[in-house]
């Protein structure tokens, strides 16, 4: 008989790199998870109305171009992106007062790989990144993963403190300033013209980076239209523009835009190569189709005065829902409304108990680079119609009396 071979000690597997051990899930996703069932009004995503996509001309686009250029919507394609799309993205572009040329933009697969490209290609670990207070909360798991060090800048009800931002820029050494500046996400706020030309004066002259995401800047329904930052003398050539085509046509398409200064879009091309080679041919395509013979501006036209309705119902309802002494303000646009609850709730604690009662929001803490406010939330208005949200307002309203009652 043999002699037994001794078993052998298999070694532990490697851990996980740093940077994907210090960056957590998003809890606006896990949120989603939990509250997937039918029944619960949910307030918590940012999900576009499903009702209002034009599914007619994005099927009629998808089928013009399988049926007459097959070959090319179903092969690989450059990591630029598709010529007529760049094209058609371009003119858009400049008609919204920004000079813009097909050469000029980077074709991303959404506008959240738009922003990882470019930290990519900007960020070395340890590198400062501004970001507004509270932020985009993608944004801070793709500065985390870059190992760059968030810095908190302090905002208000008209979005980006400019004063604090020059003296932070002072003190910290940034190289990348992230803002939303239309609408922004979570808070809905709107920076002024002359907060914008403060912004781009500092960038300038404190020289860094501007990374300006806007999905949300089609998407007003009241106000004056606000120029980009990238217009602003002193942003020209330092601003990354991000464009999202998932607020105004489908998110499933995944399609987005970069604008950025040559050099700085060269290197988000090399980037993109080594991340997917290149965004859908397929999607693109059938997006340039859509832009061709479709009428967007008039599908827009009739999302806005959707989205007004729906913003109306929720605002107007909070006073009723929400406990005396909160306070929430009244955006021109985009999809969320930022409010907070009086001192001493906890919106993370009390989510829960909305849960039980089939409504849902998101907490805002996790939202803040810097010190995290308990009592503040963001409330989505445009997945749900109306009616829907009369009645996600009563339960909400039942939840926060119960919850306090218990207390």
Known sequence: MPDAVPARTAAPVPELAARAARTGSSPVRDILALTARPEVISF??????????????????????????????????????????????????????????ADDLLVTTGSQQGLSLLSTALLEPGDVVLVEDPCYLAALQIFSLAGARVVPVPTDDEGLDPAALDEIAGRENPKLLYVIPTFQNPTGRTLTAERRAAVAEIAARRGLWIAEDDPYGELRFEGTPQRWLASFPGAEDRTALLGSFSKVMAPGLRLGTLRAPAALRRACTVAKQAADLHTSTIDQAAAARYLAAADLDAHLARVRSAYLERRNALVDGLAAALPEGSRWNRPAGGMFVWATLPAGYDAAALLPEAVRHDVAYVPGAPFFAGTPDATAVRLSFVTHAPDEIHEGLARLRKALEGARRDG
């Open 44 to 101: 918590a995503g940012g999900l576009p109305a499903p009702e209002l996509f034009d599914v007619a001309g994005i099927a009629a686009a998808f089928r013009h171009v399988l049926d007459r250029e097959p070959r090319r919507a179903l092969q690989y394609s450059t990591s630029e992106g598709d010529p007529a799309l760049r094209a058609a993205i371009a003119a858009r572009t400049t008609a919204r007062g920004l000079p813009t040329g």
